[in-house]
């Protein structure tokens, strides 16, 4: 920590638990501190998990007053956030606002509680509906894997490029492989079939009999 400053590192993959661990080291940090950035460059995988990890950090900052950011996006985190239509520059700071510094620290500013911009409404919506739509996208990944012995870092490009080629929302996307996967659910919609045939096409092996070929449902076989 610099001055009034915590700057926190987080390292290897965000999963379940670490929004918790997030909220603890937090809740530790001095009365004094006025702003929090997140360094989020060591960190190497994250599921939708990590969405709520970031509505950890973005409640500390509207508790407290103070900015907060997470920035350094690479990799596979960094297209989750793509994939959910987040900011992948910094997921937390509202539209329009520019990169900035850590300003130096000066007795105006020590005697002067520090003022957050104003946290644009569209913004956090957005990040609550990708957090409510997470059970679904998990379920629609589990679902790839099994089906086609992938990876989950595969699964999820399959679902965002069958989102782009679709025009449907992921979460749409990943309800429909939901629902398919009971064999009493509805069909996808034909656009989503299709996009998701090109996209196990591309990504992933030839799918096992009867499932993700064109034409049919992913995951189960041909009704």
Same mark, same amino acid.
């Given at each position: ?58 409640d ?5 007053s103070?900015? *907060? ?30 990169? *900035? ?14 003022k ?19 059970p ?11 089906? /086609? ?33 009971d ?19 591309? /990504? ?17 076989? /041909?009704?």
């Amino acid at each position: 920590m610099d001055a009034d400053r915590a700057l926190l590192a987080p390292r290897g993959e965000l999963v379940h638990g670490c929004a918790d661990t997030l909220a603890q080291k937090l809740s530790q940090l001095p009365a004094r501190t006025a702003r929090v950035d997140m360094d989020m460059s060591g960190v190497r995988f994250m599921d939708t998990t990590g969405l709520r990890f970031l509505e950890v950090l973005r409640d500390h900052g509207r508790l407290r007053s103070v900015p *907060v950011t997470a920035t350094g996006w690479t990799g596979q985190p960094r297209r989750i956030l793509a994939l959910v239509g987040l900011d992948t520059t910094d997921p937390l700071r509202p539209s329009g606002e520019e990169n *900035v510094t850590t300003p130096a620290i000066t007795p105006a500013a020590e005697a002067a509680p520090a003022k957050r911009p104003p946290v644009r409404e569209e913004e956090s919506e957005r990040l609550r509906e990708a957090i409510a739509s997470r059970p679904a996208v998990d379920r629609a990944r589990g679902i790839l894997m099994a089906a /086609h012995g992938c990876g989950s870092d595969t699964a999820w490009c399959v679902l965002g490029e069958a989102s782009r080629l679709s025009g449907v929302p992921l979460p749409t996307v990943a309800t429909a492989v939901t629902a398919d996967a009971d064999r009493a659910g509805p069909r996808p919609p034909e656009e989503v079939r299709k996009a998701l045939a090109t996209a196990l096409a591309r /990504h992933l092996r030839p799918p096992r009999a009867g499932t993700g070929a064109e034409g049919a449902d992913p995951g189960t076989p /041909h009704r």
